[in-house]
């Protein structure tokens, strides 16, 4: 489903990508030093975040 690559984790503090297990790091912005992020959170307590 498209909203697995999006899906992250909190994990000891850290947000972890649920499928990579990397950190989200919001500091690249994909490419985009400006970009602006968007966090979601589900009300099954899923979240997602993204460019």
Avoid at 28 to 37: C, S, Y
Avoid at 46 to 51: I, P, R, S
Wanted: proline share 4%; hydrophobic share 30%.
């Amino acid at each position: 489903q498209e909203r697995e690559l999006y899906e992250y984790s909190p994990r000891n503090g850290k947000i972890i990508h649920v499928k990579s297990g990397e950190l989200l790091d919001t500091t690249i912005g994909q490419g985009h030093p400006r970009a602006k992020w968007i966090f979601v959170m589900c009300t099954n307590k899923k979240l997602y975040a993204g460019v």
